[in-house]
């Protein structure tokens, strides 16, 4: 038994390890992203910023080459110290051997020349060196002397990463003017110190910055993917409620966000509102079968164990038992027929979300069929105030339902004036109709019950009528499925007028319901007829 309980455990510990929330994937998603999104934008500055100062630099250097070059070309030998210490100006000489780097003397075109290639020599970053067509060092301009490298063209230009520090070396060669020939090569060493230190500093800066903007907005996703999942885990803890107990009332409490989540916390509650209305009607529908039928079964048992005792030996008793079980089995049929019609009237929206009817045909229609069936009674229809073309979204034989009912019921109840009058006009949005009795009348105690099921105002004369005291229920629960409104206004001895009321289509409404009902002609199959395989 203990083995029992801990492998349960540990099933259920296996369970929960295995079971990924999904705060942490969400937040783990934005995590990545805002990481990589990071990493793609530094690299992006950091390469541009790369770039310009590169440029910066490569034209220091080139300007030092050129510099050096244009003093370097009228020299039609090649290049030996000798040469090439005089061709680079006096100043440059005097700066060799210690003198000044200024000199009061010169005249200001050669003085000019000479800030020039100062400027140039002296940058503590930049290192000098002349090399002759035997690689011999001609001029240098300090101790740490760039290094000749073979290379192919004119020029020749790389930049070299040491202890992460970069190095632009520069190599051109030189030509003479006056021969056109090769006289010696110009290597300038650039150690970028500016260049590196921003580049250092900028990565040191790009990556803390990163870091606490992932941090930053881990936290922030953190909290924004809470609020959301917050209701998700609230329909969950609902839904589980629910399975567990089927008649539980819980709902999801309103966000008040006005966004997706809340109209998801709405469709959810509506989806458990309609849930327990087919289970509230399952229980309704199974305790009036039980209470309704209680009756007519036990005198149908009645009967027959009256028979089984001694009565199948009396003709006229067994005729009269035979006949009364027959009646009863009848009004068993009937009941079961309205309580099945009261049913689905409460699940209109599932079975005809799309269906349209047109309201002056359903009433030329039913009123002719029941005129003919009573042929006794004047039934009288007044259309004056409908127009031809009015529709309302509503399946056909539920309109017909209603109609018969009540004119029915206005019949049952009728007294001397044997007359129904059945009228329908159009009243701004809406189609009204009116079937109005001359019969008995209602009292206002009784209008506010009648529509409740298995009400009759007298019960007496209602079971010799045959009624079981819900087709006005089944009315009502039509009427109000198809978003439609039913009264009655009636007086005791003189009749009663119900009224009903739906709402009419618009032709935009009509034309979208007919495409529909099209679309679906079309996909769904022809039935085979029967007997064929």
């Known amino acids: 038994m203990k083995m029992m309980t801990k492998n349960k455990k540990r099933n259920k510990k296996i369970k929960e390890t295995q079971h990924s929330s999904l705060i942490v994937r969400w937040v783990s998603i934005v995590s990545l992203t805002i990481m990589v999104s990071f990493l793609i934008f530094s690299m992006v500055i950091y390469s541009t910023v790369n770039q310009q100062s590169m440029k910066q630099q490569e034209s220091v250097s080139n300007r030092v080459v050129a ?8 020299i039609p030998k090649e290049l030996q110290i000798s040469n090439v ?4 100006s006096p100043s440059t000489q005097r700066i060799l051997n210690g003198g000044p780097t200024i000199n009061h003397d010169s005249s200001s075109n050669s003085s000019a020349f000479s800030d020039a290639l100062i400027s140039s020599i002296s940058n503590p970053d930049i290192s000098v060196a002349v090399y002759n067509l035997h690689n011999e060092v001609v001029f240098a301009n300090g101790e740490d002397t760039p290094k000749l490298h073979k290379f192919k063209g004119s020029s020749w230009q790389k930049v070299i990463r040491r202890n992460n520090k970069s190095t632009l070396i520069t190599s051109q060669k030189i030509v003479s003017t006056k021969t056109g020939k090769v006289t010696g090569y110009i290597v300038v060493s650039n150690k970028m110190t500016y260049y590196n230190h921003l580049m250092n500093n900028l990565l040191h800066r790009m990556i803390i910055i990163s870091l606490v903007a992932i941090v930053l907005f881990s936290g922030i996703a953190f909290f924004i993917v809470r609020d959301v999942v ?6 969950v803890g609902v839904a589980q409620k629910v399975n567990d107990d089927p008649n539980s009332d819980v709902r999801i409490k309103d966000l008040n966000r006005n966004d997706e989540l809340e109209d998801l916390v709405k469709s959810f509650n509506k989806m458990l509102d309609r849930m327990q209305r087919y289970i509230d009607q399952q229980k309704q529908f199974v305790s009036d079968v039980s209470h309704e039928l209680r009756t007519p079964v036990a005198v149908i048992e009645g009967h027959l164990n009256m028979l089984e005792r001694w009565g199948k030996d009396d003709p006229e008793i067994l005729d009269e038992s035979i006949k009364a079980s027959l009646q009863e089995a009848d009004r068993m049929k009937h009941l079961i027929q309205e309580m099945l019609d009261l049913t ?3 699940q209109i929206d599932v079975q005809y979300p799309n269906a349209y009817t047109n309201v002056n045909e359903v009433l030329s229609r039913v009123v002719d069929d029941l005129a003919l069936v009573h042929q006794d009674f004047n039934l009288q229809l007044d259309v004056d105030d409908l127009p031809a073309n009015t529709y309302i979204q509503m399946y056909h034989g539920h309109l017909e339902q209603i109609l018969v009912i009540l004119i029915d019921n206005g019949i049952k109840y009728s007294t001397d004036r044997k007359q129904i009058n059945v009228s329908a006009g159009v009243t701004q949005n809406n189609v009204r109709i009116v079937v109005q009795d001359f019969g008995e009348g209602i009292s ?8 409740n099921r298995f009400y009759r105002v007298d019960k007496a004369r209602t079971r010799e009528k045959g ?18 409104k039913i009264s009655v206004e009636s007086v005791e001895g003189q009749g009663s007028q119900f009224k009903i009321a739906f709402p009419i289509l618009t032709p935009q409404k009509l034309d979208k319901l007919k495409k529909i009902e099209a679309e679906k002609e079309k996909t769904e199959e022809p ?7």
């Open 67 to 74: 510099t050096l070059n244009s003093s370097l070309v009228s």
């Open 85 to 88: 210490i005089p061709a680079l």
């Open 230 to 235: 917050k209701p998700i885990k609230e329909m």
């Open 344 to 346: 689905r009237a409460e």
């Open 444 to 451: 206002k105690d009784d209008q506010s019950k009648i529509f």
């Open 467 to 484: 009624g079981n005291g819900l087709g006005l229920t089944i009315a009502q629960k039509l009427v109000e499925s198809y978003n439609g």
């Open 527 to 533: 039935k085979k007829p029967e007997g064929i395989l």
